[in-house]
Nanobody, 124 residues
């Protein structure tokens, strides 16, 4: 079984920072790309960022580019999302997910395992 557990969410003021973590239980962690998605109330789940298995390639949604940074530590089976310059529109539940064998990095359908999510709330 593959289990993904997110942590690090919370309440912050606009302009603040948070770092989210996702710990994975799988023994082949480094073989798979990982992504972060988010879902706000009443809206569909959307892509935020992704990183290749080795950590050599990263991908970002236009809305977070320049503000968020995704990284991974394969020795710790953990992927991170460093969020800076947070805006109220970043408020959402953030999910960590493991990508399938292939496919683009942006579609939810290309990810087979999901964490439970962690709430991020940004006040104005």
């Amino acid at each position: 079984q593959v289990q993904l557990v997110e942590s690090g969410g919370g309440l912050v003021q606009a302009g603040g920072s948070l770092r989210l973590s996702c710990a994975a239980s799988g023994r082949t962690f480094s073989m798979y790309a990982l992504g972060w998605f988010r879902q706000a109330p009443g809206k569909e789940r959307e892509f935020v960022a992704a990183i290749s298995g080795s950590g050599g390639s990263t991908y970002y949604a236009d809305s977070v580019k320049g503000r968020f940074t995704i990284s991974r530590d394969n020795a710790k089976n953990t992927v991170y999302l460093q969020m800076t310059s947070l805006k109220p529109e970043d408020t959402a539940v953030y999910y960590c997910a493991r990508r399938r064998v292939s496919g683009d990095y942006y579609s939810t359908s290309n990810y087979g395992y999901w964490g439970q999510g962690t709430q991020v709330t940004v006040s104005s």
